[in-house]
């Protein structure tokens, strides 16, 4: 139990921090605050695939553009409440996730990272094709559209209960099955784990976390969904906000979604290199160079501070 | 089945052995190349169709090549392998630019993209590659960081470059087949020969051979497996630049993402070829081009249109790994403990 206490304490912290968030900031402010957020759901989700079972997404975005087209459309066509449409992104990502994992997963990492990368090429161009169920190249404009503080509000919501979730599925026989994976698949399976099962398994839940992020991400641009901004870009952001935060840790967690979320405002308005393509830039070199000096992300560089502190 | 089966049998008893499943996969491609052959034979349209495929296949089986030479070396994926080349098209276009011919700056391009390939391997990769997940991360980086680096010296609009083969076509019995995509399958087909020959029959090759298969055994004998690794990726951007080179007439015009669907492309030619297998990535390209062409040229738009040739590529890289995992010509992977 003692050992629980820091844990416990910067949970604290950080619900106090962001209930009190939105009383300080400005309300553009707010919009990067739950913007972070959001990635903090899909770096989650995704920390669990990567972090806990040791395979690599890079299709991640594709999951967050079918919850987000979830979204938009159930509410255009059916006046959906917007928290249920959030609730079915969860439930088609997770089986979607499970129909495009169960192949991959059945070889090794690098044949599921192909494929994810694949799929995050290819989700973009169905809207295109079946432009009048799903808008073509314009998109699909949800009836209702929220406010800053609403998005803000149910991002961080979110965030709590599905941290919640991953901390509860995790904890136990689950948690401990994905890990022997990461770990040695061989090895895991001589100990009764089913391979397929668990590596599928981790693939869908994490697939959901997504759907839930882009259902909120849709929000966040005025309940629009469009296939320009589920490019592959928006994929390779949340692999490398999994890659920042580091194996399941909290703070980890946080500092990769603050990395994705803010990062490409920040870096707008670098000089020289100008507005557009100083994100892609600042972005590609920032990552290098944490995988070099950081290989273990933020969460490893946490562990390290915590051991020279005990010295 | 039993035709088969007599045949390995009769093999056998010549004293060949023979891989049952080496002998279906042969016969699935004669099967498929006489299929094309009839087809062409009866139709104009269809021979049009297969001679497109098998160009733009040529270009996405030399991108798969470059794929695989980095796979079969450290078994990791580069990401940025189809960004790499695009980079180098553009690097071509800038020699262009500045009054080179166009077989000048073909040359200068690959030596370029040579010293690129082994600089990166050098100071990104080298440093990471003990982790699959990081080096995996590092070329997804740096796929994001030529990407803006390409929109931000040459900007997002399209580019023109000259047509290396010109506009001309030959007619062969009513059959159109321009200049270009002969060229590009000529030009394709020859590097490939080349990296071959550089891997079969120099003291290098053999060296980078060793380096892949057995990296610590060949340190032993005093092979320098790093230098080796260094010029592997040298090679893969080599083959790249032809790839985007060779893709950039076939699109018509150079932008930042003319290599990304061609990536995707290339990921389903080398898991159609098995991932380790040199042949099986360029033979997959072809494979992939052509059956390609031919659904979005016979298939009424409304069912599969070129906005789903992408989402069809996906659909066949994951029909492979259900039914075929390790491809036509790759190995069932054997692990150890």
């Not at chain 1, 397929?196 to 976390?209: C, E, Q």
């Not at chain 2, 262009?96 to 100071?123: C, D, N, P, R």
Request: some cysteine; glycine content about 10%.
């Amino acid at each position: 139990m003692r050992r629980q206490i820091p844990a416990l304490a910067s949970l604290l912290v950080v619900a106090a921090v962001l209930c009190v968030l939105p009383f300080v900031l400005s309300d553009y402010n707010v919009s990067l605050a739950a913007q972070v957020g959001i990635f903090f759901v899909a770096v989650l989700g995704l920390n669990i695939l990567t972090g806990y079972t040791g395979q690599i997404s890079i299709g991640h975005g594709a999951f967050m553009a079918i919850g987000g087209y979830t979204t938009a459309v159930m509410s255009r066509d059916h006046h959906t409440n917007l928290v249920v449409t959030m609730l079915m992104a969860f439930a088609i990502c997770f089986v979607v996730g499970l129909i495009v994992g169960l192949p991959a997963l059945r070889l090794s990492g690098v044949y599921l990272a192909l494929v994810t990368f694949a799929l995050a090429l290819s989700i973009p161009q169905i809207p295109l094709q079946y432009s009048t169920f799903l808008g073509g190249v314009g998109g699909v404009q949800s009836t209702e559209t929220v406010s800053n503080l609403w998005i803000y509000t149910a991002a961080w919501t979110c965030s709590a209960i599905l941290f919640v979730l991953a901390w509860l599925l995790l904890r136990g026989r689950l948690g401990r099955a994905f890990r022997a994976v990461r770990d040695s698949e061989i090895a895991a399976v001589a100990s009764g784990v089913e391979l397929p099962v668990y590596k599928t398994l981790a693939f869908g839940i994490s697939a959901a976390y997504a759907g839930v992020a882009g259902s909120l991400f849709v929000l966040a641009t005025n309940g629009f969904a469009q296939p320009s901004e589920f490019d592959l870009f928006l994929s390779l952001e949340l692999l490398i906000g999994a890659a920042v935060a580091g194996l399941g840790s909290l703070w980890g967690v946080l500092a990769g979604a603050a990395f994705v979320g803010l990062l490409p405002q920040v870096s707008t308005s670098v000089p020289l290199i100008g507005a557009q393509h100083g994100r892609d830039v600042v972005f590609g070199a920032a990552v290098i160079l944490v995988m070099l000096l950081l290989p273990d992300g933020f969460a490893g560089l946490l562990a390290r501070i915590r051991r020279l502190a005990r010295a | 089945m039993s035709a088969e089966t007599s045949a390995i049998a009769g093999l056998r008893a010549r004293g060949w052995a023979v891989d049952p499943g080496a002998v279906t996969v042969a016969l699935v491609l004669l099967g498929a190349a006489i299929f094309l052959l009839i087809g062409c034979l009866r139709s104009a349209t269809f021979a049009q169709y297969t001679v497109q495929g098998i160009a733009l296949g040529s270009v996405y089986g030399a991108l798969a090549l470059a794929l695989v030479l980095v796979y079969r070396a450290t078994h990791v994926i580069n990401f940025a392998q189809g960004e790499l080349a695009m980079l180098t098209t553009y690097i071509a276009y800038e020699l262009m630019l500045k009054g080179l011919s166009y077989w000048a700056a073909f040359a200068a391009t690959l030596a370029i993209a040579f010293v690129l390939g082994t600089l990166l391997q050098v100071t990104v990769i080298r440093p990471v590659q003990h982790s699959v997940i990081a080096v995996v991360i590092v070329t997804v980086g740096l796929f994001i960081l030529i990407d803006g680096i390409v929109n931000w010296i040459w900007g997002g609009d399209f580019k023109s470059m000259p047509s290396p083969f010109g506009i001309d076509s030959f007619n062969v019995g009513g059959v159109v087949i321009s200049h270009l995509y002969v060229g590009m399958v000529i030009v394709v087909l020859a590097s490939v020969v080349l990296v071959w020959a550089l891997f079969r029959f120099t003291k290098l090759g053999l060296g980078m051979r060793a380096a892949a298969l057995r990296p610590a055994a060949a340190a032993l004998v005093g092979v320098r497996v790093d230098s080796m690794l260094a010029i592997g990726w040298g090679l893969a951007a080599v083959l790249g630049a032809v790839a985007g080179l060779m893709a950039e007439p076939s699109q018509i015009f150079l932008s930042p993402t003319l290599m990304q669907p061609i990536l995707v492309y290339a990921f389903a030619a080398a898991v159609l070829g098995g991932l380790e297998s040199p042949v099986g990535a360029l033979v997959g390209g072809i494979a992939i081009g052509v059956s390609l062409t031919l659904i979005v040229g016979y298939v009424p738009q409304n069912y599969i249109g070129t906005e789903l040739q992408l989402p069809l590529a996906f659909a066949v890289l994951l029909l492979i790994l259900l039914v075929k995992p390790a491809g036509l010509f790759g190995r069932r992977e054997v692990r150890r403990v």
